[in-house]
């Protein structure tokens, strides 16, 4: 069953707006991932926040984590047209990876100029 | 140099026949995995495998199996297609610590389509 369910669906801001997305899960996690996924393309990470952790930047990127409430958001501050694309959240149940990801279903961001 | 690639990039192919995607990593990555992508971008995980253990998810059909001739490929084949294989498939990449958490590297998907 799915694991993750990414919200807003969908989002359209303007260039050099915030983007914000929230991802929410089912069972306990060993880390949650975000990838993002440009149309025709594979998916790229972006950033892997673990169970213990609360808050994580990477760049113009911020991710929080809150395991109580079984969700995380993914903030993109400052955003710019390269950053149009899917954003997907996945969960690491078994650590490390072994047994593959859960993905949501994404977040499609469309950055106007 | 391309981390994680797959072959070929667009399959189609009629319905009933046997087909094969292959992929090869070069991060020297002890795990691999395939994941289908639907039309609807809901992205499963299908298999995980590493040299010591083939993990299945149990909802895929056994027509799919996939072949690791050395630990740098995974192909996956595919036994009498059917409309409902029509997606993307991606192969990925890790390596696997207990102790550590790791990223995956996805290759670039193959869109099969299924007629």
């Known amino acids: 069953s799915q694991q993750g369910e990414e919200d807003p669906q969908a989002l359209s801001i303007q260039e050099g707006e915030n983007a914000t997305m929230n991802c929410s899960y089912k069972?306990?996690?060993?880390?949650l991932q975000w990838y993002r996924q440009n149309s025709g393309r594979g998916l790229v990470h972006l950033i892997l926040i673990r169970s213990n952790e609360r808050e994580k930047h990477s760049g113009r990127l911020r991710v929080t984590l809150d395991t109580s409430k079984k969700s995380s958001s993914l903030l993109i501050t400052a955003s710019r047209a390269a950053d149009t694309a899917s954003y997907f959240c996945a969960t690491d149940l078994s650590g490390g990876g072994a047994d593959g990801l859960t993905f949501g279903k994404g977040t499609h961001l469309i950055i106007q100029p | 140099d391309t981390a994680v690639s797959q072959t070929p990039k667009y399959l189609v192919t009629q319905m009933g026949n046997d087909k094969s995607i292959k992929c090869e990593q070069n991060?020297?990555?002890?795990?691999m995995y395939w994941y289908k992508q639907d039309s609807k971008k809901f992205l499963k995980i299908m298999f995980s495998?590493?040299?010591?253990?083939?993990?299945i998810n149990e909802t895929v059909p056994n027509r799919f199996s996939p072949k690791s001739p050395d630990k740098a490929h995974l192909n996956l084949h595919i036994n009498s297609l059917e409309l409902g294989d029509s997606a993307v498939y991606f192969c990925?990449?890790?390596?696997?610590?207990?102790?550590?958490?790791?990223?995956?590297?996805f290759g670039p998907g193959t869109r099969l389509t299924v007629l």
């Open positions: 990925a990449s890790s390596q696997v610590h207990r102790d550590f958490y790791n990223e995956q590297f």
């Open positions: 991060l020297g990555h002890d795990t």
């Open positions: 495998y590493n040299n010591k253990e083939l993990i």
């Open positions: 069972t306990s996690i060993n880390n």
